[in-house]
């Protein structure tokens, strides 16, 4: 069936450094994505989005990749500081409901 | 405030006992949702509803009630609830815009025992 996917379920970064954070989807019908980041006993938060006809979104300290070709999202912390240590989701909406498609989630670390 | 909030936050409960968690958004949207969370699951869609009245199933429905009378509340309703319904449940909202992200509550964490 179809699903959206996480590459590596933990990542460990140097404080400073830049994180990447993948996500594969399968339903060539997705129009819209979005990151969220969930910290321990808070629901996801919405970092940032991007539509099926952009391959490209920055924000503040973060950018979404989308390639279509290979059904493949990105995540790019710059600069990871503590406070972005929590899990990130990637989801998906391919439809008029709403609904979102959620991949199982990236517990990222980040290292004094 | 404006927002999203659950009730309760924390709620234990037997097996076979009914039990309902609540949900308030002030945004006037739409759009809510129920999701579950369990580890190595991510969020799994329960239900949905575009507006009042108007409840659809998602992915993992069975086991839950739904109702909306009121745009603003979207209460979830376990009738007879069981173990493998332990979970952490999340209430969500959006408006009617196509494609734009769900806020979410801070999460119900249920345990049946």
């Known amino acids: 069936g179809e699903s959206v996917g996480l590459h590596l379920p933990t990542l460990s970064v140097q404080e400073g450094d830049n994180s990447i954070i993948n996500c594969a989807y399968s339903?060539?019908?997705?129009?819209?994505f979005i990151w969220y980041k969930q910290e321990s006993g808070k629901g996801p938060q919405f970092i940032i989005d991007i539509r099926s006809n952009m391959d490209k979104r920055q924000g503040q300290r973060v950018t979404v990749l989308l390639n279509k070709t290979v059904k493949h999202l990105s995540l790019q912390i710059a600069a990871t500081q503590p406070g972005d240590s929590a899990v990130y989701f990637c989801?998906?909406?391919?439809?008029?409901?709403?609904?979102?498609?959620f991949g199982s989630g990236t517990q990222l670390t980040v290292l004094p | 405030d404006a927002g999203i909030t659950q009730s309760p936050r924390y709620k234990i409960t037997e097996t076979g006992r009914q039990v309902t968690l609540m949900c308030h958004q002030t945004w006037s949207h739409s759009y809510m949702f129920w999701y579950r969370q369990d580890l190595g699951h991510g969020l799994r869609l329960i239900y949905y509803?575009?507006?009042?009245?108007?409840?659809d199933k998602g992915e993992v429905p069975d086991g839950y009630v739904v109702s909306r009378s009121k745009t603003e509340n979207f209460p979830l309703t376990l009738e007879s609830a069981t173990r493998s319904q332990t979970s952490v449940y999340f209430c969500a909202s959006s408006d009617m815009r196509l494609n734009t992200e769900a806020f979410f509550g801070q999460g119900t964490r249920l345990t049946v025992v």
């Open positions: 989801a998906e909406n391919s439809g008029s409901a709403r609904q979102l498609t």
């Open positions: 509803s575009a507006a009042a009245d108007i409840t």
């Open positions: 339903n060539s019908a997705s129009d819209y």
